[in-house]
Structures are given as C-alpha cells and as structure tokens.
Nanobody, 115 residues
Framework: QVQLVESGGGLGQPGGSLRLSCAAS????????MGWYRQAPGKQREWVAT???????TYADSVKGRFTISRDNAKNTVYLQMNSLKPEDTAVYYC?????????WGQGTQVTVSS
C-alpha cells in the first residue's frame, strides 16, 4: 500500500520559514520524481517544485529563490524548505510521487502565513 504522509505545516510569520516533510512508503522512492503542489482556498491546485531521481530540481516562478526542495533517499523522505514566507503562500501543500504514468498523492498539510 502506497502512503505519502506530509508534516510540518502550521502557522508561519510573513518573512519567516517553515519546513515541510513528506514520508513515503510502498514505492521505490529513489526512482520516483517527487513533487510539491499547493491549493489555496478557491483556487486550483498548482505545482510548486519537483526533484527528479537524479537530483535535478525545478521550481515555479512564484517560489523560486525562496523555497528549496530536497530528498533523502535513505529515509524515503522529500522536504520543502520555505523561506521568506508571504501571505500568498497560504495553502494546503501536497506531495506527490511520479514514476512514468503512475502518480501518488499525500493527504496534504495546511500552511497559513499570517501575522
């Protein structure tokens, strides 16, 4: 059974930092591309960042230079370090795992950026 479990969300201050984690089980983690997406209230889910099995990272323009995606294959975990938080980063954040046409999603973790 595939499980992706996000953690680390919560309340962050504008200009502050949060670190999200996503622990995976039931998949060959190291060969999956791992991604983070987010969905703000009333908006469609949008892509945030991806780290491929070889380590290449890509980011949405809205988070480039502020967020960093990383992975620890020994721990089957992907991270999203979020710095310089803005109120518009408020959303439910989801991780996903993708290998060819097979995609798995986590349940999401709420991030709220507010003073």
């Amino acid at each position: 059974q595939v499980q992706l479990v996000e953690s680390g969300g919560g309340l962050g201050q504008p200009g502050g930092s949060l670190r999200l984690s996503c622990a995976a089980s039931g998949i060959a983690f190291s060969i999956n591309a791992m991604g983070w997406y987010r969905q703000a209230p009333g908006k469609q889910r949008e892509w945030v960042a991806t780290i491929f099995s070889g380590g290449t990272r890509t980011y949405a323009d809205s988070v480039k230079g502020r967020f960093t995606i990383s992975r620890d294959n020994a721990k089957n975990t992907v991270y999203l370090q979020m710095n310089s938080l803005k109120p518009e980063d408020t959303a439910v954040y989801y991780c996903n795992a993708k290998r060819n046409s097979v995609v798995h999603w986590g349940q999401g973790t709420q991030v709220t950026v507010s003073s």
